[in-house]
């Protein structure tokens, strides 16, 4: 198989602020592997970089072989690389197999499309009333908040009162224990769905500090869970789970991460990274399997090379196409 890629700058809508960063543009690469597609997401978090991604993806190109249904031995036979561009290769061989067989991968999966949850809308970190107004104008029935600066309540409050859309929030690793445990019971009164991230990733001690003071919210675990050894790790310390392919390396470890999930009666959401249709749409074809979905990315870029998962508000469809489904947009570049 020919592993070929391009680098892909996409512009967001609104600045994107977190608690930790700020972009107005992303950097990916697209991987193609034969007609298979895939996207690696160079995540300022996790230190990935374009030009690394693409490093990464020339190391990996010859170890590919020539048969893409060895899907687990070529991804068992990889030297190791960042996870965006396992996730990459891991995604294109999906795509290929379902190329190949003629069949959509939620098919080859044995998955319902009828059953992916609706989609969450992202508010990056503003003013309280910026973020406000953007909840409303949304008109999502699932807004996700971005905290961790000194006004969350005031965010919040300022939210709640604007809308009333399910809640949920994201403090992105930005708080510390006491940060939590006094922030948390006040959130709690603007009817919360969960939060994610509330300490830096690894901190199990401070999770278990934190859940013996039973706060009021469910706790999901994001940027301290990547794989399905992660997911084990946290036993007993999260009610929930953020998967995304970007993190796990791609569909083979999400699907085992959700499992290893289940089998602890953990909730799980499925989420992204900012990435285009392509890594989106291969994400959505898991949503069948998961209680939460957060899959805006696309929604935050401007400039979309792709199209593939179907956007009517917050409803969700899958392609009904050959492999992940996602195809080059009309008239790129
Ligand atoms: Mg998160």
């Given at each position: 198989m020919h592993l070929t890629w391009e680098g892909v700058t996409l512009n967001l809508r609104t600045t994107f602020r977190l608690a930790r960063s700020t972009s107005d543009q992303r950097r990916n690469v697209i991987a193609h592997l034969d007609e298979g597609l895939g996207e690696a997401a160079a995540v300022p978090h996790y230190h990935d970089t374009q030009a690394g991604l693409m490093d990464d993806l020339a190391r990996l190109a010859?170890?590919?072989?020539?048969?893409?249904?060895q899907i687990e031995d070529i991804l068992n036979g990889l030297?190791?690389?960042?996870q965006a561009a396992r996730a990459a290769v891991d995604v294109a061989l999906h795509d290929l197999w379902g190329k190949r067989l003629g069949q959509p991968l939620y098919r080859l999966l044995g998955?319902?499309?009828?059953r992916v949850p609706q989609t969450s809308f992202t508010i990056a970190m503003d003013e309280p009333a910026v973020m406000a107004e953007r909840a409303r104008q949304s008109g999502y029935p699932i807004i996700k908040v971005k905290l961790g600066s000194a006004d969350d309540e005031a965010i919040v409050s300022a939210i709640r009162q604007a809308t009333s859309a399910r809640l949920r929030v994201d403090a992105n690793a930005g708080w510390t224990r006491e940060q939590a445990a006094d922030l948390i019971p006040r959130l709690a009164e603007y009817d919360l769905e969960f939060i994610e991230q509330?300490?830096?990733?690894?901190d199990l001690e401070g999770l278990r500090w934190l859940q013996a003071r039973k706060l009021g919210v469910p706790i999901f675990g994001d940027?301290?869970?990547?794989t399905a050894r992660d997911v084990a790790r946290h036993a007993g310390l999260l009610e929930g789970v953020v998967i995304k392919l970007m993190k796990a390396g791609g569909i083979r470890e999400a699907l085992r991460a959700i499992a290893v999930a289940r089998s602890l009666d953990m909730r799980v959401m499925l989420s992204c990274m900012i990435e285009t249709s392509v890594g989106v749409t291969a994400a959505a074809?898991?949503?069948?399997?998961?209680?939460?979905?957060?899959?805006d990315g696309p929604l935050l870029?401007?400039?979309?090379p792709f199209v593939g998962l179907r956007y009517e508000g917050a409803t969700l469809t899958l392609p009904d196409?050959?492999?992940?489904?996602a195809t080059v947009r009309n008239g790129y570049p």
């Open positions: 010859s170890h590919l072989g020539d048969d893409p249904f030297p190791p690389c960042s998955l319902n499309p009828g509330p300490l830096p990733a690894g940027e301290g869970v990547k074809h898991l949503a069948p399997l998961c209680d939460y979905v957060d899959l870029i401007a400039n979309d196409l050959p492999g992940i489904g």
